[in-house]
């Protein structure tokens, strides 16, 4: 499970990563509104359920980290 959950929050922090550098972007006028909404949507949702996985399992294997 230590693996896994290392894993599971490299995987979680790069897309929370991503999802700043889209925020940035439509601040900087790179993209526009419909584009960011989309972008940043889904990766706000990819981000919340590989940390809800991430959870389940902490919790199911009860591993203390």
């Known amino acids: 499970i230590d693996e896994f959950y290392i894993f599971s929050l490299d995987a979680a922090s790069k897309v929370d990563e991503e ?3 889209i925020y940035q ?3 900087s006028g790179e993209t526009n509104l419909t584009e960011f909404l989309q972008n940043y949507r889904k ?3 990819l ?3 590989r940390t809800l996985i991430r959870l389940a399992a902490k ?3 009860g591993f203390q980290g």
């Open 19 to 21: 999802s700043e550098i």
């Open 25 to 27: 972007q439509l601040l």
């Open 43 to 45: 990766t706000r949702l």
């Open 47 to 49: 981000y919340h359920k």
């Open 59 to 61: 919790t199911s294997m």
